[in-house]
């Protein structure tokens, strides 16, 4: 039996949607957003005859046959919303939903191909209708209206097939098919975290991999508990004009990336609009500078409601609005003082592993054990001189004088297996002595190095040197090079030397009172 369904308006109309700036995962988006609406629609009833049931949808797209197809078990289009479906603009009845302005099917369609079919069947009618769309004959013929061609079908039967022939310049190329199942996927987050949807893309069922979050210390407290860096966001803001208002959450990742984890999902309605796959929602005031810590780190889903999107679901509206809300937002979010998210992002630095820590403590070593230092006499006297002049300012001024070795603050670096252990001789201003250097992976983030003498050698001292200090952390990747340790390594020879001098000029307290203040300070800016 064949009937009409009305596509009334100017066909001309139908030739600008080729040219719409639109993306081939927000076209195809379109008609999983009408069957998710479908299936919403009838969710009920549907569940009653099935209470497993859920929506799926399988997109398949054949680029040597220049085809795409997109099928669905949902409802299926009933003779009351068949012409609904095919004319413009004709809203649902219920636009609360995904399909909410009555275009995404047509628009999509006409953006991809130049022939495009409907076949689809509704629960409870046992027929089936068939629509075929040529847009080159619409034009040409000026048609405002097109044939279905209906057969039986079993009542229970419930479908909708879409398949787009013809392919336009818009079709994916074979490049752009693993974007398109990041993309999907991303798009629907929610519906496929939820349960309520399966969708495959090309024979791949598309999954939620849930995103780890860090678990770690506060920066500035590296000794504390660890702490779950995720905070649930829920904001509204409202005047007598409009009522904007937010739910979601904030986290840090686990693990650092630059395009694909990082930054935020917006969501409407349950779905993600104008930032999913690599092109995520990464503005300043939440991600920070690109390329920052924070800005590789902070991610989040947010559900907004309030705002209106372009009729394609490519973007939000209300630009200003919308970019003052965020940044209302991002005070709300800084104003807990307790939860620091956005220092944490931007500070924190992840411990190496042990081997790399074991790789710089033996580079380290090596590096000590090579480099001389090349002193005279001169220099000696002059720094004798100096610290002779110093005490006589000090005393002039009537500081108070520099503690005692039991008045400093120690810090003590301690670890029952070292990296790194050896006994290297060394000569400095004529005198010679060894040193044991050893390399731990301390107790405390707190302090670079320690030196001790040894009680039953006077001429033999042992030095600590800390790897969990952050300093190590945050520099890890240059430390690990072969020349990269060397700076670090004459600043540690330098300062344990100088030390060690000093004490042999009966200057103990100073010494050992610089080192605790530089330990104190060293790594914990």
């Known amino acids: 039996m064949n009937n009409k369904v009305s596509i009334a308006t100017t066909p001309l109309v139908y030739q600008t949607f080729r040219y719409i700036s639109n993306k081939v995962w927000n076209a195809l988006a379109e008609y999983v957003d009408n069957s998710i609406?479908?299936?919403?629609?009838?969710q009920d009833l549907l569940q009653k005859v099935n209470p497993n049931h859920k929506v799926r949808v399988d997109i398949n797209i054949d680029v040597e046959a220049d085809c795409i197809q997109i099928c669905d078990n949902a409802f299926g289009i009933d003779a009351f919303n068949f012409n609904r479906a095919f004319e413009l603009a004709n809203i649902p009845l219920d636009a609360s939903g995904l399909n909410e302005f009555g275009m995404g099917m047509k628009v999509s369609s006409i953006w991809l191909s130049n022939l495009w079919t409907v076949e689809t069947s509704a629960f409870g009618e046992s027929v089936k209708r068939r629509v075929e769309f040529d847009l080159e004959k619409v034009i040409q013929d000026e048609m405002l209206d097109l044939d279905v061609i209906e057969e039986p079908e079993i009542a229970d039967t419930h479908y909708t097939i879409v398949t787009l022939h013809k392919l336009s310049q818009n079709?994916?190329?074979?490049?752009?098919?693993?974007?398109?199942?990041?993309?999907?996927?991303?798009?629907?987050?929610?519906?496929i975290r939820d349960g309520l949807l399966e969708l495959y893309v090309n024979g791949e069922l598309m999954e939620h991999q849930p995103l780890k979050i860090l678990k770690a210390p506060y920066y500035k407290t590296p000794n504390a508990e660890p702490i779950e860096w995720f905070r649930p966001i829920e904001y509204t803001f409202e005047n007598s004009y409009y009522r904007y208002s937010v739910k979601g959450f904030i986290a840090i990742l686990e693990t650092q990336s630059t395009s694909t984890d990082n930054g935020f999902l917006l969501f409407r309605r349950g779905r993600a609009i104008d930032s999913s796959g690599d092109e995520k929602y990464r503005p300043t005031v939440l991600s920070g500078e690109v390329?920052?810590?924070?800005?590789?780190?902070?991610?989040?889903?947010?559900?907004?409601?309030?705002?209106?999107?372009?009729?394609?679901?490519?973007?939000?509206?209300?630009?200003?609005?919308?970019?003052?809300?965020?940044?209302l937002l991002r005070e709300e979010i800084a104003s807990n003082k307790e939860f620091d998210i956005f220092g944490q992002a931007q500070h924190y630095t992840k411990p190496i592993a042990l081997p790399t820590k074991k790789t710089i403590a033996s580079k380290f070593g090596s590096a000590f054990g090579?480099?001389?230092?090349?002193?005279?006499?001169?220099?000696?006297?002059?720094?004798?001189?100096?610290?002779?002049?110093?005490?006589?300012?000090?005393?002039?001024?009537?500081?108070?004088?520099?503690?005692?070795?039991?008045?400093?603050?120690?810090?003590?670096?301690?670890?029952?297996?070292?990296?790194?252990?050896?006994?290297?001789?060394?000569?400095?201003?004529?005198?010679?002595?060894?040193?044991?250097?050893?390399?731990?992976?301390?107790?405390?983030?707190?302090?670079?190095?320690?030196?001790?003498?040894?009680?039953?050698?006077?001429?033999?001292?042992?030095?600590?040197?800390?790897?969990?200090?952050?300093?190590?952390?945050?520099?890890?990747?240059?430390?690990?090079?072969?020349?990269?340790?060397?700076?670090?390594?004459?600043?540690?020879?330098?300062?344990?030397?100088?030390?060690?001098?000093?004490?042999?000029?009966?200057?103990?307290?100073?010494?050992?009172?610089f080192r605790s203040k530089f330990n104190s300070y060293f790594g914990q800016f």
């Open 37 to 42: 609406a479908s299936f919403q629609a009838h």
């Open 370 to 513: 090579s480099i001389n230092i090349n002193t005279t006499s001169e220099s000696s006297n002059q720094t004798s001189n100096a610290h002779s002049s110093s005490a006589s300012t000090v005393s002039e001024n009537n500081h108070a004088p520099i503690p005692s070795v039991e008045e400093l603050t120690t810090n003590i670096i301690t670890d029952s297996t070292p990296l790194y252990d050896s006994e290297i001789p060394m000569t400095v201003d004529g005198y010679s002595f060894t040193i044991r250097l050893r390399a731990v992976n301390g107790e405390s983030s707190q302090g670079l190095y320690s030196l001790d003498v040894d009680p039953e050698n006077s001429d033999h001292f042992i030095s600590t040197l800390n790897l969990k200090n952050p300093f190590f952390d945050t520099f890890a990747n240059l430390l690990s090079k072969d020349d990269g340790i060397v700076p670090l390594v004459k600043v540690v020879q330098t300062m344990v030397s100088t030390e060690i001098m000093l004490g042999k000029q009966g200057q103990h307290s100073a010494a050992q009172y």
């Open 291 to 327: 390329g920052s810590p924070r800005y590789k780190r902070i991610f989040g889903e947010l559900e907004l409601e309030g705002f209106e999107v372009s009729f394609n679901k490519g973007t939000f509206l209300q630009d200003e609005d919308f970019d003052m809300f965020i940044q």
């Open 171 to 191: 079709k994916p190329g074979k490049r752009q098919l693993a974007s398109i199942k990041k993309h999907i996927a991303s798009i629907y987050t929610k519906f």
